[in-house]
């Protein structure tokens, strides 16, 4: 087991409904240690790409990309929910549904952050369905820019997000998918990876 996946076992709970809780180091209190490592092993697995910006989402990916972006000297940029409908043409939008709130939301980048010529590493806490990242790659595509890798602290290799991304073409890094969950014993099975 590597370091995020010792930390689920410890101190993730598994809900009802497939919702891994892990808001004692990830979503509510933060462990920045922990952000610093998972930072260098995504070093690791992007070595080989060219990156200069990172995008992610408000708000858990705000933590974890602002420490992984010490370990590419590179600008961060969040896509931000919002709820007006009056967007000016100075914004590129995508609609993202929620999975862990069952709603939709409009996410804004101002063009003036995202350009032609950025080779973007989308960063994110979890991967369920997919919403979220289709709808920041399509921003990144809207901007005429590449997407340089993706990565995912925590995927959920049991709802088919992984997948269609990979299916994509996409160099997706998940540092931990849980393969199998079951709120009722808590047990939690996760996919064997390579080590880097
Ligand atoms: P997706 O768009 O891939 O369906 O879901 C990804 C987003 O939903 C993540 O950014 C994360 O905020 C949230 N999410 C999905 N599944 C879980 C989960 O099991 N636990 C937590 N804490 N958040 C989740």
């Not at 509510?28 to 490592?37: A, G, I, K, P, R």
């Not at 989308?122 to 993706?150: E, H, K, T, W």
Request: proline residues 1%.
């Amino acid at each position: 087991m590597n370091f995020l996946e010792e930390r689920i076992i410890k101190d993730g709970i598994v809900k009802e409904g497939n919702i891994l809780k892990v808001d004692s180091f990830l979503n509510h209190q933060l462990d920045v240690s922990l952000f610093e490592q998972m930072g260098i092993e995504w070093a690791k697995r992007f070595q080989d790409v060219e990156v200069n910006k990172i995008l992610t989402i408000e708000a858990s990916g705000i933590g974890i990309a602002c420490v992984v972006a010490r370990q590419f000297d590179v600008p961060v940029v969040f896509a931000k929910k919002s709820h007006s409908v009056n967007l000016d043409g100075d914004m590129y939008t995508a609609e993202v549904e929620s999975f862990t709130h069952k709603n939709k939301n409009q996410v804004i980048v101002s063009k003036k952050f995202l350009n032609n010529d950025d080779k973007v590493l989308i960063i994110d806490d979890f991967l369920a369905n997919g919403c979220a990242l289709q709808g920041l790659i399509s921003i990144i595509n809207q901007a005429g820019a590449s997407v340089a890798g993706i990565g995912i602290a925590i995927e959920k290799g049991f709802q088919n997000g992984g997948q269609i991304i990979r299916n994509m073409g996409y160099k997706l890094e998940s540092l931990a998918i849980v393969d199998s969950m079951d709120a009722s014993t808590g047990t939690i099975e996760f996919r064997e990876q390579k080590l880097y």
